[in-house]
């Protein structure tokens, strides 16, 4: 916050709120023009007069950065003038990712001079996709060296669970899938990755099209909005190379036809589980062929936030969910299903293997026929 000029009363606001943390109880929300107090407050009313220790570690998450946006008055603005708050560390963490839009934009360039690219490439943009996620601004784990100048496969070693050979086979048999979803996580240099993801299973017509879920609203520092999305394009496009302005060209191109489609429901900023999707979202991504799920907090959801022995399978955990997924994640919370106890003992794991941000998980599970919508 200290990034930004901040009016006197925002800064007494947060302020309060530091102190309602320590000592303080669970209220409703007061800011009466943001569209999503309603549903917030019905979320929060099961937790009223509670201590901020004494309610689940998600909702107290999520209820922060919420309370951080009443206390800033974000929503008592004109319409889409509203001000993310972590603007100014988002632009500047765009600036360190200079060579991975360069890595990227000359693969996907290479790709109608390889044989084969789609399959070929495949683990390329899955890996990049999982390893990108090290850089989360609001852990910064002590690993979160996502801008390495390195081959993102080199570090297939490190994931825990590796499911890409059950995905290589998925995309294999079932040829072009006419939808794919990605639940962003973070902005930045993940986000670029999974624009080159998104690219290249456009680009390869492993797809048609491909959704990406946004936060409505900021949240956790660095999550993705529409509005990073739109600014990660632009940036792309400044790169140095004919390279990386024919991605940026093709990617506002698929945004224009909506092969990619920027979607923002409320839903992705609510301390929900995925267990408590509405009716409209489990509807909506029940038509996906595949619902890519990025990241630790979406992990979180996935499993209730609960700390499930690790060797539960994910599918006792996870088959309430509507469509076929994988899980690409790096580690940064103590929670993990579905690993075999014995696998993870040869790899004689450091103390704090699960919140390290060093290890990944590329998780999957298919639990529908192929779709047909």
């Keep these: ?40 407050n019905n979320c929060i009313i099961q937790y009223l007069g509670k201590s901020w220790f004494e309610v689940p570690f998600f909702f107290a998450e999520m209820y922060f950065y919420r309370r951080v946006l009443e206390a800033l008055d974000y929503f008592n603005t004109p319409s889409g003038s509203s001000i993310d708050p972590y603007k100014t560390i988002k632009d500047r963490e765009l600036l360190t990712i200079t060579a991975q839009v360069e890595k990227y934009a ?35 784990p002590k690993t979160s060296d996502a801008n ?28 072009s899938l006419k939808r794919i979803d990605i639940i962003l996580d973070n902005s930045g240099a993940e986000l670029l990755a999974d624009l080159a993801l998104a690219t290249y299973l456009l680009e390869s017509q492993l797809a048609e099209s491909i959704f990406l879920h946004c936060k409505k609203d900021p949240v956790f520092v660095s999550d993705a909005t529409i509005t990073d999305v739109k600014a990660t394009v632009n940036f792309i496009k400044k790169g140095s190379t004919l390279q990386a302005s024919s991605w940026a060209n093709k990617l506002q191109l698929f945004i224009e036809q909506e092969r990619i489609a920027l979607c923002n429901h409320e839903f992705w900023t609510l301390p929900l589980s995925f267990q408590e999707l ?96």
């Design 1 to 40: 916050m200290s990034n930004n000029k901040l009016h006197p009363t925002a800064i007494n606001n947060l302020k309060c709120l530091k102190n309602e943390i320590a000592r303080g109880k669970i209220i409703l929300l007061k800011d009466i023009n943001s569209k999503d107090r309603a549903s917030w």
């Design 106 to 140: 000359y693969t996907l360039d290479k790709m109608g001079n390889t044989n084969n690219a789609e399959f070929e490439l495949l683990p390329f943009f899955i890996m990049a996709a999982i390893w990108s996620n090290k850089v989360d601004l609001s852990q910064l």
């Design 148 to 175: 390495k100048d390195s081959d993102p496969i080199d570090d297939g070693n490190l994931l825990l669970i590796n499911d890409t050979s059950m995905i290589h086979d998925f995309f294999r048999t079932t040829k």
């Design 278 to 373: 509405s009716d409209e979202l489990v509807r909506d991504l029940g038509k996906s062929n595949l619902v890519i799920i990025k990241g630790d907090a979406n992990y979180r959801r996935l499993v209730e936030d609960r700390h499930w022995p690790i060797s539960t399978p994910l599918k006792q955990t996870a088959s309430y969910f509507p469509s076929n997924f994988l899980a690409l994640r790096v580690l940064k919370s103590e929670l993990l299903v579905g690993a075999a106890p014995e696998l993870l003992a040869s790899y004689n794991l450091p103390e704090d293997w699960m919140i390290s941000g060093e290890f990944g998980i590329a998780q999957s599970l298919f639990k529908l026929p192929e779709n047909s919508d």
